[in-house]
Nanobody, 125 residues
Framework: QVQLVESGGGSVQAGGSLRLSCVTSGYTYSTYYMGWFRQTPGKEREGVATISTGGGYTWYADSVKGRFTISQDKVKNTLYLQMNSLKLEDTAMYFC??????????????????WGQGTQVTVSS
């Protein structure tokens, strides 16, 4: 089992920045990928960014490329999402997730088996 706890969400004005954190515990050695996803009411959960825990390869949704950065601190067992130049459309509940699969579609929620409880990000004008 892998446990994930997100933090860092909040309210920010458009153009501002936030950094989300996700502390992992449990059988973290079994995870091959970590990702950030987001969801708004009435919409499906969408992939934002993913990182391979071994090689540090990263994937991003087109909507956040150049603005968001995913990173990991293996010593602290923490995943981060640095979000800059935030837009109104970035408002959502953000979830941290872990995958124990060796091969995945990097931004597909179905390939991630462990999830945090989510942290709300609200961007206002």
């Amino acid at each position: 089992q892998v446990q994930l706890v997100e933090s860092g969400g909040g309210s920010v004005q458009a153009g501002g920045s936030l950094r989300l954190s996700c502390v992992t515990s449990g059988y973290t050695y079994s995870t091959y990928y970590m990702g950030w996803f987001r969801q708004t009411p009435g919409k499906e959960r969408e992939g934002v960014a993913t990182i391979s825990t071994g090689g540090g390869y990263t994937w991003y949704a087109d909507s956040v490329k150049g603005r968001f950065t995913i990173s990991q601190d293996k010593v602290k067992n923490t995943l981060y999402l640095q979000m800059n130049s935030l837009k109104l459309e970035d408002t959502a509940m953000y979830f941290c997730a872990a995958s124990t699969l060796r091969v995945i579609s990097a931004l597909h929620p179905a390939h991630f088996g462990y999830w945090g409880q989510g942290t709300q990000v609200t961007v206002s004008s």
